[in-house]
């Protein structure tokens, strides 16, 4: 190999959930197209000897896809630092030319670092590339990121409306739906379509459960 073909790298980074084998296919392409070395890096903010067996899930099933495209898989704790810090840290130590990330709104990144988590890694890139991935858009996801819908229903319950597949009526309230599962969990996260004042509408299931957020 050449030393030209040296000169792009590139990374992707994650954190668990349903969008991360999207970024990571399109790291993959690129990193194809480029002809150059692909890392996918998620930053973790966990405390020690903090376990979360759906999280070890995704990080598995990451692993796996991105060792068969190539790859190098690593999660870097982030011990306080700032997601930002961690992510640029990595990338000078890889030599990332490349980085792609997700972006939906208020993303985790956003949150993790309590500001705008975007221009703070432009401004301090340099000339890195980043490439932003919108993942808002759940019709265009599904397929890739959910298995097949099933008929479901979600039961009031004090705050909570809970799943559940037996789709019969029941005489709490309840909402009608098609209820998308997360792949690569053994839980019932996922997303589930209705409608909501007449338009269509997924809301996030989380471990069987749905809460309305009130304004």
């Not at 306080?80 to 640029?88: F, L, N, P, S």
């Not at 590339?129 to 819908?149: F, K, N, S």
Request: glycine share 8%; hydrophobic share 35%.
């Amino acid at each position: 190999m050449t030393t030209a073909e040296h000169r792009e790298s590139v990374m992707v980074c994650v954190y668990y959930g349903p969008h991360g084998q999207r970024l990571i296919q399109r790291g993959s392409q690129l990193a194809k197209l480029l002809r150059a070395p692909f890392t996918v890096l998620t930053v973790d903010s966990s405390k020690e000897n903090e376990y979360n067996e759906d999280k070890e899930q995704y990080l598995k099933a990451w692993e796996k896809m991105c060792r068969d495209s190539g790859g190098e898989f690593l999660v870097r704790k982030s011990r306080g630092r700032k997601a930002a810090d961690v992510i640029i840290e990595t990338a000078r130590e890889k030599g990332v030319t490349q980085i792609i990330i997700g972006q939906s709104g208020q993303t985790f990144w956003q949150s993790f670092t309590k500001g705008n988590f975007v221009n703070e890694l432009v401004e301090r890139l340099g000339l890195i590339d980043l490439h932003i991935v919108a993942v808002q858009r759940y019709e265009a996801l599904l397929e890739e990121t959910h298995e097949e819908g099933v008929q479901a229903i979600l039961v009031k319950n004090g705050e909570k409306y809970e799943l559940n597949y037996s789709g019969e009526a029941v005489e709490t309230e309840f909402m009608r739906g098609t209820f998308f599962k997360e792949l690569h969990t053994d839980f019932n996260n996922g997303l589930f379509k209705t409608q909501l004042n007449g338009e269509p509408q997924y809301l996030k299931i989380v471990h069987g459960e749905w809460t309305e957020r009130r304004p």
